[in-house]
Structure formats: structure tokens, C-alpha cells
């Protein structure tokens, strides 16, 4: 599932009855040209960019030569944020630049971005991210663009016009539900019908339900689908397009395996789309993208200061933070954004799970790379629960003065809080369970509810990982002896500590966060060899801060069981939502 995690910022938020989607005729803007909406400074760096195309090719004015600093792009396209980080061949930043993505939210529990937005915001976050390289170092020399995207966000747009017939429909979008249900009443396997084959359940997340939903609602998607004339692509395969030229300059039409094992319609064994999949959905083979690896040359970017320049690296973001972290078979990383996303390698081979988890692409490194798999639990609230903390209760003015508030006390005095705001996720997935603070006494206060809620994120993590160790150890894997963590709650050092005292396992975070980005430049230089895949996997360019238990197994246990008997009884609780409209 797409990830908030480490995209910050809101973006604009747009509340409307309806949604209107008259966008004008589309075509790939030349990066480097601006465009309605641009800011004036962005104008005004990229008339300097396109000034100075020969210093950044690394011929001085005076006529001296200096060999120009080669870089890695990596756009890294984000929920609520896009942000583009360049790296030199040490795998170090040199410059970044990030912009909001505004929020368009039509009804309850619709979620949807402009297509163009995200283009836009792509254009400009490259082209000042160059501007600022080129100020920090001098001349420059891009290799290669590499692209990580928010995963199951899907569209759909004309071949031959290259126009968006719909607003991308994000990912954390439930206005599938009702085809969710049907189709779980219809099959004959329920809502794990597609699993053996996709390692997906049913549910509102994935593409092929987006693309269902479009198509029996949006005319000009079924009028195109049925023509022969549409595309259906990720936020990956809408950016590469768009790089490429568009409808207009020989635009790509491709997926990465990692983003395609997302839609829904993929078999992991083959990795090929299932044509009876296909079928159960409505999607016709001349709208899917080729299925390509996460490190290849995909195209050239067309126009602009990068023109010329592969793109040659594209993979979802919560994989690019597994490649970012160097995970390889049988380790674990855990993202803690909005939500939280932990993934284990599980190798070469696909690994079903028995218990509530998804199983799905890791990654592949290379047209003849092998594929490498991973089974992944998805928590709906870790981030967000501190942020529900700050700005809905106040209990603090920001994450930080919470993390000191929770620090005031040494335990939480018999506090659980269960924050099921919309049931709960893996490894349980019950809708029907509400948030549920517990154990509250005359001698509660605010700084033990902090620290409840910092104590559930660490509990949420080990029901998932607990499940992954049984799922893997089934699997002939080894016992997961440390946890990888990156998101922008991992800053939080009692967080962590506390997680290690929960998993009783190291926890270690990496001094540099951005490991989606990272993940997303590693895998671009591995497609035009600038690293092979061996460097990647057996190298970490940056240090990093581990966490170990400060508690022993038995203390640890007994704070979990406690913990899931505040779970038992948050369930069964959705229908006291009627009471609000009486």
C-alpha cells in the first residue's frame, strides 16, 4: 500500500460535492520550460538552467575544462509530497528539492490527485533540485533518473491524446468497497479468491478495483477501454510516460514488477499479467503497461535540462526502503510514516502467509536479475496516532514535546490504547474494531495516555512481525534478529527503544532517513551499471543508531498479552457510530 512515511507536509485540500475533471489537452512538458502555475523563481531558475546547459556539461567560460560531478535523480513521488533528491556515486545527497500535492476529496472516503499535479510537481522538484546541485558542487552531470512512487494510486488516459480521462484515485480510496463485496460474495474463494495467485486479497487498496470502479462510472474510460484507447498505468508508469515524451514524443508505456504486483492482476510466479484475472475486472490486454524490472533503461527523458538522460530505475516506495536499507533475504525493515509498512525478504521464492499478511515483489535488480519476494503487514495507524494526539486531543503543541511528555513517566501505569480509527489492519483485519483507550484511573494523566499510544505502535509492529516469523520459519527462514526501521516517527528515540523492548530484537536506524529516495537512486544506477547489484546489497554508505532491549522475553511478553486484551475488546464496536447522527 502506498505510503505517507517520510512526505511531509498536507498539501492543499480541496473538500467538493463533486468532481469535475476538464483538464486541456495533454502533452509532455519540456522539463525546463514553464508553465501555467510555475512559480516566478522556478521560471526564473530555469531560464538559468537552460543558460547554462554547457557548465553543467562541464565546460567553464573561460574556456578551461573541469570534469563535471556525476549524479543520480531520484524522484520520489509521494501522498501528500513529491520530492527529488540527486546523489553522487558515494550514494551521498548533494540537493533536494520537495513541493506539496494537493488533496482532492469529493465525498467521504474518496481520495484523488490531479494528474497533471503530480507532473507538475515532478517538473519542478527536478528542475530546482539541478539548480541546487549545480550552486552546492558545480558542474553536474546527471547519469540517470531513477523514480519510486506511492503504490496502487492508479489512471487511466488516451493513447492517442495522452489526456487523464479520470483524477488518479489514491490508494487509501474506499469508494470500491461495494465491488469488494460483491466480489467476495461471488467468487467461490471469498476475499482471498485472487491470493494464491496474486498474494493479494480482495480489498479496496489495490489497482485493478480503481480500474473497475472508473470503468463502470467514468464514460470516457469505457468508451476508451472498449475502443482499444486507453492506458492504465501506477503513478510510475504516468511519470516514465510523461518523461518520455508523452503522446506526442514516443511516450513509455511500462510498469516496474514491484508496482505491477500491487495492481492486483499479477502473477507473482510469472510475473505476467493473469488474463483471467484480467477478465474478472474488464481489463483488456492494450491497456496495460509492460512489465519491466526495477533496473533497466526504460527511455530517455525528452525535453529539457535532463533531455538525453535514462530513466533507468523505478520501483513502489515501500520496496525502494527495502532496497534503500540493503535488505536482503531474511531481513526486515519497518517504515513508520502515517501508518507503518514492514516487510521481510523472503528470496527467490514466493512465501504464502496463513496469517492475515500479503505477499508480494521485493524487488528485481536487472532484466536477468532473479526475483527477490517479501511478505508485508500493513499498520494502519503509527504516525498518525501522534499526529491524532497533537491536533485533535492537544495533549502536546508537536511530536517532539510528546515524545518528552511520554518520557516524564517511566511506565503507563496500566494504560492501553488501542488506535483502531478504522478497524484494524494486518495481521487481524477486522473493520469492525474502533479506538479504544483502557485502564484509565484517578491517577491517569495526559503524559501515560502519550505514552500508551507510543506503546501500541510498538505492539502493532510485533503482532505483525510475530506473524511474519511463523509465516517464514514455515518457510525454512531464520528468526529475524533485527528490525530496520526509517520514517519520520523513527526519529522518535523512545519509540524505538521501546520497540526494541517489545520485538526483543535490535532496532537500527539509519542517519539518513530518506531511504525511499535512496532506494529509488540505488536501483537507477544498478540499470546502467554504476553499481551492480552485489555493491548495492553489500555496502551501507551511512552509519546508524541501534536500539537494543532494555527488558528481558518474559517482561515483554507480559506487556503484550496485556496489550492484546485491550484488542479483544475494541472489537464490535463500529455500529456506535450510529449514535453521532441521532
Not at 549545480?134 to 492508479?154: C, F, H, L, S, Y
Not at 525528452?302 to 533475504?329: F, N, T, W
Request: proline share 4%.
Amino acid at each position: 500500500m502506498g505510503s505517507t512515511g517520510g512526505h511531509g507536509g498536507s498539501g492543499s485540500h480541496h473538500s467538493q460535492g463533486a468532481s469535475p475533471f476538464d483538464m486541456p489537452h495533454a502533452r509532455a512538458i519540456p522539463l525546463g520550460i514553464n508553465r501555467a502555475g510555475s512559480t516566478q523563481a522556478v521560471g526564473s531558475l530555469i531560464e538559468s538552467l537552460l543558460a547554462l546547459r554547457t557548465t553543467v556539461s562541464g565546460t567553464l567560460a573561460g574556456g578551461g575544462a573541469i570534469a563535471p560531478t556525476p549524479l543520480i535523480a531520484a524522484v520520489d513521488q509521494g501522498t501528500q509530497s513529491t520530492r527529488v533528491y540527486l546523489f553522487n556515486q558515494n550514494q551521498q545527497p548533494v540537493a533536494s528539492h520537495q513541493v506539496d500535492l494537493p488533496q482532492i476529496h469529493p465525498q467521504p472516503g474518496w481520495n484523488e490527485h490531479d494528474p497533471y499535479e503530480i507532473w507538475k510537481g515532478v517538473e519542478e522538484c527536478m528542475v530546482v533540485a539541478l539548480g541546487a546541485a549545480q550552486e552546492a558542487i558545480g558542474p553536474v552531470e546527471v547519469k540517470a533518473v531513477g523514480i519510486t512512487n506511492q503504490r496502487e494510486t492508479t489512471l487511466v488516459w488516451h493513447r492517442t491524446t495522452g489526456q487523464p480521462l479520470f483524477n488518479a484515485i489514491v490508494w487509501n480510496d474506499t469508494r470500491t468497497a461495494d465491488i469488494c463485496n460483491t466480489l467476495e460474495a461471488e467468487l467461490s474463494g471469498g476475499p482471498d479468491h485472487f491470493r494464491a495467485k496474486t498474494g493479494l486479497p480482495i480489498s479496496t487498496y489495490f489497482s485493478a478495483y480503481k480500474f473497475k470502479w472508473m470503468y463502470d462510472n467514468v464514460d470516457d474510460v469505457t468508451r476508451a477501454v472498449d475502443a482499444g484507447d486507453a492506458c492504465f498505468g501506477t503513478v510510475d508508469s504516468w511519470l516514465i510516460y510523461m518523461l518520455t515524451g508523452g503522446a506526442h514524443s514516443g511516450g513509455v508505456h511500462v510498469t516496474d514488477v514491484s508496482n505491477a504486483s500491487r495492481t492486483g492482476l499479477m502473477d507473482l510466479a510469472t510475473c505476467a499479467w493473469d488474463p483471467e484475472i484480467m477478465a474478472v475486472f474488464g481489463v483488456t490486454p492494450e491497456c496495460l503497461p509492460r512489465i519491466v524490472s526495477n533496473a533497466e533503461v526504460y527511455g530517455t527523458v525528452s525535453a529539457g535540462p535532463y533531455e538525453g538522460v535514462p530513466i533507468s530505475g523505478s520501483i513502489g516506495d515501500q520496496h525502494a526502503a527495502m532496497l534503500g536499507q540493503r535488505c536482503v533475504k531474511g531481513e526486515a525493515k519497518n517504515t513508520y510514516g502515517t501508518g507503518a509498512f514492514l516487510l521481510l525478504n523472503t528470496g527467490d521464492h514466493v512465501v504464502p502467509s496463513s496469517h492475515g499478511l500479503v505477499t508480494t515483489v521485493a524487488y528485481r535488480l536487472g532484466k536477468a536479475a532473479a526475483v527477490q519476494y517479501a511478505l508485508e503487514g500493513s499498520i494502519a495507524v503509527a504516525g498518525r496516532g501522534v499526529t491524532w494526539l497533537v491536533e485533535n486531543l492537544g495533549i502536546a503543541s508537536d511530536p517532539k514535546e510528546l515524545e518528552e511528555l511520554a518520557k516524564s513517566v517511566d511506565t503507563t501505569s496500566g494504560v492501553y490504547f488501542v488506535p483502531a480509527f478504522s478497524g484494524l489492519m494486518a495481521p487481524r483485519w477486522d473493520s469492525s474494531a474502533r479506538g479504544a483507550l483502557l485502564g484509565l484511573t484517578g491517577y491517569t494523566t495526559k503524559a501515560h495516555i502519550a505514552r500508551a499510544m507510543l506503546d501500541a505502535i510498538c505492539f502493532q509492529t510485533r503482532e505483525v512481525l510475530d506473524a511474519m516469523q511463523v509465516d517464514a520459519q514455515a518457510a525454512g527462514l531464520s528468526k529475524i534478529k533485527t528490525l530496520r526501521v526509517d520514517g519520520g516517527a523513527s526519529q522518535n528515540d523512545l519509540l524505538m527503544q521501546t520497540q526494541a523492548d517489545v520485538l526483543q530484537c535490535l532496532v537500527r536506524r539509519p542517519q539518513f532517513q530518506e531511504t525511499t529516495a535512496l532506494g529509488a537512486a540505488l536501483a537507477a544506477g544498478i540499470g546502467i551499471g554504476m553499481w551492480t547489484e552485489e555493491e548495492v546489497l553489500l555496502s551501507h554508505a551511512y552509519g546508524s543508531t541501534d536500539f537494543r532491549p532494555n527488558i528481558g522475553p518474559k517482561r515483554a511478553a507480559e506487556r503484550f498479552g496485556k496489550w492484546n486484551r485491550a484488542v479483544e475488546r475494541s472489537v464490535q464496536l463500529a455500529d456506535l457510530e450510529d449514535e453521532r447522527d441521532a
